[in-house]
Antibody, heavy 119, light 105 residues
Framework: VQLQGSGGGLVQPGGSLRLSCVGSGFTFSTSAMSWVRQAPGRGLEWVSAISVTGGSTYYADSVKGRFTISRDNSRNTVSLQMSGLRPDDTAVYYC?????????????WGQGIRVTVSS | DIQMTQSPSSLSASVGDRVTISCRASQDIRNFLGWFQQRPGKAPKSLIYAASYLQTGVPSNFSGSGSGTDFTLTISSLQPEDFATYYC?????????FGQGTRLE
């Protein structure tokens, strides 16, 4: 199982960024997916999740209305469109795969994508 | 949201030691608890799910126990690669929440 993330970088406050994560080595279309972030020197914070079909999406209150999660099962890809970025969104963002024990029961994680929001 | 509290926040130990990390939930989460290991600069790695079941490939010197509100992660004999930060996570109640981490050094 591999989860390969891309799309991070430096963005100004108020700006937008799109993160992507490509899964391989498992049946992507039957796995719920999440994004979890970690601010510098801090712990883990769940950000967003999407169901296997993409028909249901979920967001932490801290990002609701600013972030949009989506998936393309034909390309084994989950994405996170981030807009209205704030300095406190600065973090490493991980995609995480849900498992048989539940949507938020994570068994594999991507390598992390660094996002820096600063002027 | 359910609050997850780990203790201790940091722990000093030596190779070969047996260590135990605690995680307490602010309300009953049955056994909907996972443990993760994170080495510096690396992604988290899943160790345990459903409080006591080892993820595939995780060495048997790791074990988990507990139910309800109190849980423990035990490493029976520390190896050099086990020095890392450990997190618990509850997935019983939305939104999922993590403990603040325990740094093992």
């Amino acid at each position: 199982v591999q989860l390969q993330g891309s799309g991070g970088g430096l963005v100004q406050p108020g700006g937008s960024l799109r993160l992507s994560c490509v899964g391989s080595g498992f049946t992507f279309s039957t796995s719920a997916m999440s994004w979890v972030r970690q601010a510098p020197g801090r712990g883990l914070e769940w950000v967003s999740a999407i169901s296997v079909t993409g028909g249901s999406t979920y967001y932490a209150d801290s990002v609701k209305g600013r972030f949009t999660i989506s998936r393309d099962n034909s390309r084994n890809t989950v994405s996170l469109q981030m807009s209205g970025l704030r300095p406190d969104d600065t973090a490493v963002y991980y995609c995480a795969k849900g498992s048989q024990c539940g949507t938020y029961c994570f068994d594999y994680w991507g390598q992390g994508i660094r996002v820096t929001v600063s002027s | 949201d359910i609050q997850m509290t780990q203790s201790p926040s940091s722990l000093s130990a030596s190779v070969g030691d047996r260590v135990t990390i605690s995680c307490r939930a602010s309300q009953d989460i049955r056994n909907f608890l996972g443990w993760f290991q994170q080495r510096p600069g690396k992604a988290p790695k899943s160790l345990i799910y459903a409080a006591s079941y080892l993820q595939t490939g995780v060495p048997s010197n790791f074990s988990g126990s507990g139910s309800g509100t109190d849980f423990t992660l035990t490493i029976s004999s520390l190896q050099p690669e086990d020095f890392a930060t450990y997190y618990c996570e509850q997935y019983h109640t939305y939104p999922p929440t993590f403990g603040q981490g325990t740094r093992l050094e």
